[in-house]
């Protein structure tokens, strides 16, 4: 029998646990009908910063958004791009990140597949992606597309070309990550400042978070932001592989290869400055220009922000 609206109002948000059991039991029916009715009302009902039931309720129905998809859910193939040197500089690679990706497939029962391609990203080519017919591709580039020189380095525009050739895949969504600096194109002296002014604001932000005492902050500092503090000031040409870019500069290269800008999930943004909340009041996370701006007091450190 199918649920009607009066039905409906049986199940107050109050109520959150036996709504989201009678969604549950509309999907075990096969009733798709009344689960979509159902659904419909529990993603009304629950919140990531509500009570704890409605907490809760916000991943349960995420879980209900994955079961009721006719195939179960996704098959998911990631391809995992990072060059052949970084890794010894951080300790691991790769490899890491497979067996991370293994841990939550046999975690949450998602078949996923992974593909490492140890390679500088300029070198990188169509064959090596391996994109099959039909899939949905998403391409994601964390704090890596500023190592790719542009055309002050190298007449090819490697970075721009990288573009390119991405919108040639017509993936369904881009995501880029990236610093808000900009050492790109700058003299030597005031790319020096602004590098002491970027990283004194993320060392200051580490200092909240993680103790001073404590080996994971000196790893991090020692092996990761100090190297690429010395290459930024040491190094020029192609030896300086540091180039950040400004939003600004992210978003007309963007444009120029061909994408559009995707507008930011509420829900994302919302389950950031919740977490924010929990390390220190000095944090920010604003929305500019259709990104997000994750900051230290008044200094942004890290846009992101997502094409099609």
């Not at 704890?52 to 129905?61: E, F, K, N, T």
Request: aromatic share 8%.
């Amino acid at each position: 029998m199918a649920i009607g609206e009066s039905s409906l109002q049986g199940f107050p948000s109050g109520n959150l646990k036996q709504l989201l059991i009678a969604c549950a039991k509309a999907l075990s029916e096969n009733n798709i009908n009344d689960f979509d009715k159902l659904i419909e009302k529990a993603r009304g009902a629950v919140s990531i910063s509500g009570e704890p039931i409605q907490r809760l309720g916000a991943y349960m129905v995420e879980g209900l958004a994955l079961a009721a998809k006719p195939s179960g859910a996704p098959r998911v193939r990631i391809t995992g791009i990072d060059d052949p040197v970084s890794k010894y500089a951080r300790g691991d690679g790769l490899e890491a990140v497979g067996r991370r990706l293994a841990a939550i497939s046999q975690k949450f029962n998602i078949l996923v597949e992974f593909n490492p391609i140890p390679v500088f990203a300029p070198d990188v080519t169509l064959d090596m992606l391996g994109v099959r017919p039909g899939e949905a591709l998403a391409v994601n580039f964390p704090l890596q597309l500023h190592h790719t020189p542009d055309e002050s380095v190298d007449l090819n525009n490697p970075r721009d070309g990288l573009l390119r050739m991405i919108k040639s895949l017509n993936p369904k969504v881009v995501t880029l990550v990236e610093q808000e600096s900009n050492t790109n194109t700058a003299a030597f002296l005031p790319r020096f400042v602004e590098t002491l002014n970027y990283y004194l604001a993320m060392f200051e932000s580490i200092d909240v978070t993680v103790p001073r005492d404590q080996k994971e902050r000196i790893n991090v500092e020692q092996h990761c932001l100090a190297r690429d503090i010395v290459n930024v000031i040491a190094c020029e040409g192609r030896e300086r592989v540091e180039r950040h870019e400004l939003f600004g500069k992210w978003r007309s290269r963007f444009t120029m290869a061909g994408f559009r800008q995707c507008p930011l999930s509420s829900y994302v943004n919302s389950v950031i400055r919740n977490l924010l909340r929990c390390y220190s009041e000095h944090y920010t996370l604003v929305e500019m220009d259709g990104a997000m701006l994750l900051g230290w007091k008044d200094r942004a450190l890290v846009s992101a922000s997502a094409w099609h």
